[in-house]
């Protein structure tokens, strides 16, 4: 038998209801909150949904607030608090991805209301007390029970309609989760096989997805992966790869998703030489001979960009993108060296394939 190293393992309290038309149990959800009227949360792309939901609600619905945006603006959050209090609210409903939910947690974090989340993207955030909000510019994280949604609800029913693009990239942002969480400081085996499993499920929907995007099958199989993998994100200290892709997209304004795609090979190859059974675990839930490579592999046969040029970034901006990501460094399996971290940023500037052997 494998020897089993010593962890702590801290169960995040959390109701899960999944399945294609589980929307169909939300008042039921909504009473076994205690609650008995909510505020619908929405981006303006997503009104429609939040008003077929407040309908569904009747007069347990308190309203709509459908403006949520990424990087939740302390503005925004504090005029939907507002709205909350002002239509009596007794909870809040976000529907949408992790902009929504974002917005939904800058409530709970001072109002104590509780949240029912609604994912329709793969970012994970409706499972972890992680929160961002925005002030003056700045984006300010920390992490806090209270923003934890204490029910979310999984209806792959309304993912069918996220784009394809959106598809593959959200879910290899959620890949990045469970691929860290194989190499964190305070990785254990409970994780770890949610990671591996999450990975193995987008490894199988996601090219389902490209083929048809109304594939259920195969939409389920997704918004598993990405309650597992969100969970991980959850539970244990996020390496190289997430410091990268909030410094380029908190410094650089790129876009969430797709940059974590074209970050993710070049982060995993430069941690690969020291995380060796993390990079197995990857590799086998991927069914690819190299965790970079199997993961470059994937977002490239299946449409998506893997060159940051390809997202707006400037060459001339990664000597400083490499100083901003070493500063404040998170703790990372293989110690920050700069020449090297340069390395990996011109590699994924220029979608080439991560480095065999890691960047030197
Ligand atoms: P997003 O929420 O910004 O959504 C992107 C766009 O897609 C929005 O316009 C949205 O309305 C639309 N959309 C969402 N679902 C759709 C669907 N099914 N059909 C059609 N359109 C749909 O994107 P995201 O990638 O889900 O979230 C990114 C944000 O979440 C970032 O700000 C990131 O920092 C945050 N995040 C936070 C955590 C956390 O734990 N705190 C985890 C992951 C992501």
Known sequence: MQSLPSFVYQARPARIVFGPGSLQDLEREVLALGAERALVLSTPGQRKLAEALADRLGSRAAGIFDRAVMHVPI?????AREMA??????????IGGGSTIGLGKAIALDSALPILAIPTTYAGSEVTPIYGITEGGTKRTGTDLRVLPKTVLYDPALTLGLPVNLSITSGINAIA???EGLYARDANPVIDLMAEAGIRAFA????????????????????YG?????T????VGMSLHHKLCHTLGGSFDLPHAQTHTAVLPHALAYNAPAAPDAMRRIARALDAADAPRGIYDLAQNNGAAVALRDLGMLESDLDRAADIAIANPYWNPRPIERAALRQLLQAAFDGAPPHVGGYR
Do not use: K, T, Y
């Not at 503005?75 to 005029?79: G, K, L, M, Y």
């Not at 209090?85 to 976000?94: F, K, Q």
């Not at 990405?226 to 969100?230: D, K, S, T």
């Not at 991980?232 to 539970?235: D, E, F, H, I, S």
């Open 75 to 79: 503005e925004v959050a504090q005029e």
């Open 85 to 94: 209090r002002v239509r009596r609210a007794d909870c809040a409903i976000a």
């Open 177 to 179: 989760h469970a691929a």
């Open 204 to 223: 199988m929907a996601l090219p389902r997805i490209r083929a048809d995007a109304a594939d259920i099958e195969a939409r389920s199989g997704a918004l």
């Open 226 to 230: 990405a309650w597992l993998c969100g």
């Open 232 to 235: 991980v994100l959850g539970n």
